[in-house]
DNA sequence: TAATGCGTTCTCAACGTTTCAAATCACACT
DNA sequence: AGTGTGATTTGAAACGTTGAGAACGCATTA
């Protein structure tokens, strides 16, 4: 037997309106169950609407509403732990409440990022969460944040943040917890302890490198520029680390990232010292390489979850408690990084 | 000085209109530079929208045009390498043919597959490109699915897909890979290839595990049900692991994913037994893990941007080249999976 | 009888855009 | 002056929804 294939086309409240000889504000009410409308009436409608499957087109509550309940989110990177880590929290997050997360990958790139900006701001979304590329934060040029927020966009910018632009922000301690976690392998008796970071324009490995410094400093260890290494973020020679090892004295390591940390430590094995006896390794990114390396690396957990979840609490209340008029007023909150000891550290 | 915060709230077409005391449809037009329309007016017209900076309000261009230039995906992980990397190539192509991403996760759940799904049914994208939730998979219920369908929104299957639902579909060839894999494991004089897998609700758990049956009955070799393992998808006894190895004879081991690998890889060499010497290791997913574990693993690699790119390029050309109306007819794409070798095979 | 009120329904405008069809205008040609 | 032509501009409807206000029938009240 030959089987029309029926396209059940969407059905609008003009149809059901027709087709029970009524008006659409009825039937738009009656499905709204507003009692200007007879009971009659309403079952009518309503079990007409439930056999037809009559579901409301987003788009043209987003227009007469002028919200969409779209949340814009750009980061410079999705393969990448912590940022896909926050992202679940803002998925999760914005998911109970109603709001759907539109996506953009900057992939370290300004103009991308600005792209992908303009794109979501005209009226596409009802806020942003973002973490700056790379790039942007190298050229210290925001113009299209500042742009987006002028038109009272709501924005939350998370991790790679900027104090050029006044708005909600999430980062975690960096500087303190970087303290800590250097104290700490002060602390099991390590004298010479590493630096493993990137150029500094991301302003979180500054951060970290801060709190290197104040650590040693408040053990009375004297900085040794040589115990610093700088790798670029990508494209990482092998080679430049082995010589790293091979002439300098180094009984720890604190690394800006978690790929950075395994690298090194597997070199560092390589090489003949055993961890942790001779060296100890502590990365940033509590991701899958560090859970299951061998030895299990210690690590600073970011959280990026509750990161995410915050930003996007921050950012839903922007967007739902209208400007209060007054002078906007911005907070930045801080979510509480954790070390979480594995076999890479101890003595 | 007191510097009043001024809100650039956005400009419309009826602004313009009235500021330069014509039409609506005069300034639609002459911003689209239609040669109905003097170049007087047009010069004046556009530069009075580019001075303030006008841009056309998307949600509303939607619901004129009924479509939204946004494709939604639901997947089941984004905390996941793989998805990861199909995101990363469905929204890297979706971008240059202008369409903007919305993600849902899943998380492995059916009921919220379903919720992600109507949520965003509803007006809010053009098309699905999804990959089914465990959950989903094991229910056998595409309900929701086919609704979809009918209502003639395309979709794209990937990866987790189902013959239940006639639409696109981009999977790898998972069965041949897997045979070529165990092949190449008995060419290097492997004896006892163990399999690491997952419950078979998992289609692709189930194709590997077939390319694996048929090597081994290629090659004349018997098929041994203690060489098998299942593990839970996630929640891993690392106690039944270490059983396995220490209960059975095993000098290569295929893993469905490349936790397992790492994982019982690490196990193995707890246990004494050199790797790629006495045991040999391959896993699927070509991700941060395999490439940084000491020995690296030689992995399976699914070419997950490839696919993603695949999956939005076949959608899109569905939403843009509408129903030619006759039967429907959709297409099954398979991304050539490769092998990557690493450290933890050869002999 | 006329006024008031209530329950119910309808009309209309609006959100911002596009586009078809119609209107207006300037100008040239009979 | 009348007609035709082409260039330019405008009006109105449409996309699907909401909501304020008008209108209707009918019953109660003054």
Do not use: W
């Not at 000889?21 to 007409?48: C, H, M, P, Y």
């Not at 987003?62 to 393969?79: D, E, F």
């Not at 053990?219 to 700088?230: F, P, S, V």
């Amino acid at each position: 037997m030959y089987l029309q294939q029926v396209l059940k086309r969407k059905i609008t409240l003009k149809h059901i309106a027709r087709e029970l000889g009524v008006s659409i504000s009825t039937v738009s009410k009656a499905l709204k169950n507003s009692n200007e409308i007879s009971r009659d009436t309403k079952e009518k409608v309503q079990a007409f609407a439930k056999l037809y499957n009559y579901k409301p087109n987003n788009i043209a509550i987003s227009l007469k509403n002028k919200q969409t309940k779209n949340i814009g989110v750009i980061i410079p990177n999705i393969v990448h732990h912590f940022f896909t880590t926050v992202f679940r929290g803002i998925e999760n997050y914005a998911g109970t409440r109603g709001y759907n997360v539109v996506v953009c990958v900057s992939d370290e790139s300004f103009d991308k990022e600005v792209i992908n900006m303009e794109m979501l701001a005209n009226g596409s979304v009802d806020g942003f969460i973002m973490s700056l590329s790379a790039e942007t934060q190298a050229r210290n040029d925001f113009a299209h944040l500042k742009e987006v927020t002028e038109q009272g966009i709501p924005l939350v910018l998370f991790d790679r943040i900027t104090d050029n632009i006044d708005c909600d922000k999430v980062i975690i301690n960096d500087k303190q917890i970087a303290f800590k976690a250097v104290s700490t392998l002060i602390a099991d008796n390590r004298k010479h302890v590493a630096l493993i970071t990137t150029d500094t324009y991301f302003n979180v490995s500054r951060f970290r490198g801060e709190g290197y410094k104040e650590a040693l400093q408040v053990a009375g260890i004297l900085y040794d520029e040589n115990l610093i290494l700088t790798l670029p973020y990508d494209e990482i020679d092998e080679n430049v680390i082995r010589y790293f090892f091979q002439n300098t004295k180094i009984d720890a390591v604190l690394c800006v990232n978690e790929i950075f940390a395994v690298l090194a430590m597997g070199i560092a094995q390589e090489l003949g010292h055993r961890v942790p006896e001779d060296i100890a390794f502590i990365g940033f990114t509590d991701g899958l390489l560090s859970k299951y390396v061998r030895p299990s690396l210690t690590t600073i957990a970011q959280h990026g979850e509750k990161m995410g979840e915050m930003a996007a609490q921050m950012l839903i209340e922007k967007i739902e408690n209208e400007p209060i008029d007054e002078r906007e007023t911005y907070c930045t909150k801080v979510i509480e990084a954790t070390i979480i000891e594995r076999a890479s550290t101890g003595n």
